[in-house]
């Protein structure tokens, strides 16, 4: 079996995109073909290796930028502490199953709605990770829990607690799982998201 070939790379690689090496590039290549991701899937993943961040890291009181270099991917990364992004990929950098992680993926559009369905608003939303693993791409989220409080309170249909205690965020929830990608947490956060197992889970 060949490998998919990119009909169309958003971003070429440049001083803005992640230079992760060949040998990197093949493997992921050969996970999404293994997973059998869609067409807007892996040019998502893509977009997001390929065309670097998506926004800047902000120090701002009570949070520092940290410069994370990654042995495993070779590169390195620009952090913001306070959101728990350094704690988050200081356990991925040193988890087997973890091929690569990029921090600030791609920009997507969500629809908000309420219970009965009526359309509260449109916003621009952006994970804080992009994780692939041996066997899944997930998309982390990264939320303290007083953020995560104020946001139920507006929209409890959107940012509500299981059972479990655990957090979801609808809207991003099901915008990543059409994609068939995957969502899990740790720590501090609130959700990520899980080819498998679509919720939001503490590793």
């Known amino acids: 079996m060949s490998l998919p070939v990119h009909t169309q790379s958003p971003l070429l690689q440049g001083d803005k995109g992640y230079r992760i090496s060949p040998a990197l590039r ?5 996970i999404e073909f293994k997973l059998r991701l869609s067409e807007p899937a892996r040019r998502y993943l893509w977009q997001c290796i390929d065309g ?6 902000q120090g701002r009181i009570g949070n520092a930028v940290v410069r994370y270099p990654s042995r495993k991917m070779g590169l390195s990364l620009m952090l913001e502490s306070r959101q728990g992004e350094l704690a988050a990929v200081t356990l991925l950098e040193h988890d087997p199953s973890v091929l ?3 921090a600030q993926p791609p920009q997507v559009e969500l629809t ?8 509260t608003t449109r916003t621009q939303y952006t994970p804080d990770l992009l994780i692939v693993r041996e066997d ?5 989220e990264l939320r303290d829990q007083g ?3 104020s946001a139920s309170e ?5 940012f509500y607690k299981d059972k479990t205690g655990q957090w979801h965020y609808r809207a991003a929830q099901e915008h990543f799982e059409a994609l068939g990608f995957t969502t899990s947490g740790s720590g501090n956060t609130m959700y990520g998201l899980d080819r498998k197992n679509v919720t939001f889970r503490s590793a």
């Open 26 to 30: 093949e493997k992921i290549e050969q």
């Open 52 to 57: 670097g961040p998506s926004r800047q890291v």
């Open 100 to 102: 690569a992680y990029f």
């Open 112 to 119: 908000l709605t309420r219970e009965d369905g009526t359309t």
């Open 136 to 140: 899944q791409i997930a998309i982390r």
């Open 147 to 149: 953020r995560i409080f």
């Open 154 to 158: 507006s929209n409890l249909h959107q």
